[in-house]
């Protein structure tokens, strides 16, 4: 079997349309995003790592940055997860394990690794985080993004 080689900053960001925890369609293209993929939905990692993102989501907002939550959880488990922590932003099932495979995220018995992945507005790779931190994430998510579009001015 051909291993497809890791994806790195400025390759084109694959699958770029899903659909939310609640069936709507979501089409990645046009703006910047943010996927966090993280292992199950209510854990207490990821429970930090979804407040804090929800928390930071007015300020990933003002700069124009979509951020979505990616985990193999059903639709129902992360809307269930959204509903009981009223968490702001979107949330991507993943059950078939699509998405992981095609950003590279690892998976363990349905687990998937605390990876970020960063898509620029013109669909390619910006940055990808491996193993992050749930209580920093989202936060040096944030600098980096206030970094680069500070430059871009």
């Known amino acids: 079997m051909l291993s497809r ?4 900053p400025g390759d084109p960001a694959p699958l770029l349309q899903a659909r939310d925890s609640y069936g709507n369609f979501v089409d990645l293209r046009g703006s910047w995003v943010v996927l966090w ?5 209510q854990s207490p990692g990821c429970t930090a790592q979804a407040k804090r993102y929800s928390e930071l989501y007015p300020e990933f907002q003002r700069l124009g ?9 059903p639709a129902s488990a992360q809307c269930a997860f959204v509903e009981k922590l009223a968490l702001k932003g ?3 099932p993943d059950p078939e394990g699509r998405l992981a495979r095609a950003y590279g995220v690892r998976s363990l018995l349905g687990f998937y690794s605390r990876d970020t992945v960063l898509i620029n507005p013109e669909g ?3 940055q ?5 931190n749930p209580f920093r994430d ?7 993004l206030r970094k680069r579009l500070a430059k871009a001015q």
């Open 5 to 8: 080689k890791p994806l790195t």
């Open 37 to 41: 993929f993280y292992p199950k939905a």
């Open 65 to 73: 940055v979509r951020v979505y939550g990616v985990s193999h959880d």
């Open 90 to 92: 979107g949330m991507l």
């Open 124 to 126: 390619r790779i910006e």
């Open 128 to 132: 990808i985080w491996r193993g992050v």
């Open 138 to 144: 989202a936060d040096q998510v944030l600098d980096y």
